[in-house]
Nanobody, 122 residues
Framework: QVQLVESGGGLVQAGGSLRLSCAASGGTFSRYTMGWFRQAPGKEREFVARIRWSGGNTYYADSVKGRFTISRDNAKNTVYLQMNSLKPEDTAVYYC???????????????WGQGTQVTVSS
């Protein structure tokens, strides 16, 4: 079993920045594709970003491209999401997910964190 714990959410004004962290335990983090999803009130969960096990490949949803950056530190079993130029429409619960398949493609959420709330005020 892989446990994922997100942190770093909060309330920020539009145009501001936040950095989310997701700490993993219980598995072989360095082998997994990791990603972030988000779910706004009344909406379905949507993909935000993913990063390959090596950190050498990343992929973003169009809505966050150029504003968000995903990164990872395999020595710390942690994946990050740096969010800049935040907009009110970025308000959501952000979830970390692990894909243990080893494949590079649409992220399969084999394990999920509990989520962290991000609220962007206008």
């Amino acid at each position: 079993q892989v446990q994922l714990v997100e942190s770093g959410g909060g309330l920020v004004q539009a145009g501001g920045s936040l950095r989310l962290s997701c700490a993993a335990s219980g598995g072989t983090f360095s082998r997994y594709t990791m990603g972030w999803f988000r779910q706004a009130p009344g909406k379905e969960r949507e993909f935000v970003a993913r990063i390959r096990w090596s950190g050498g490949n990343t992929y973003y949803a169009d809505s966050v491209k150029g504003r968000f950056t995903i990164s990872r530190d395999n020595a710390k079993n942690t994946v990050y999401l740096q969010m800049n130029s935040l907009k009110p429409e970025d308000t959501a619960v952000y979830y970390c997910a692990a894909d243990i398949s080893g494949l590079w493609g649409p992220l399969r959420g084999d394990f999920w964190g509990q989520g962290t709330q991000v609220t962007v005020s206008s």
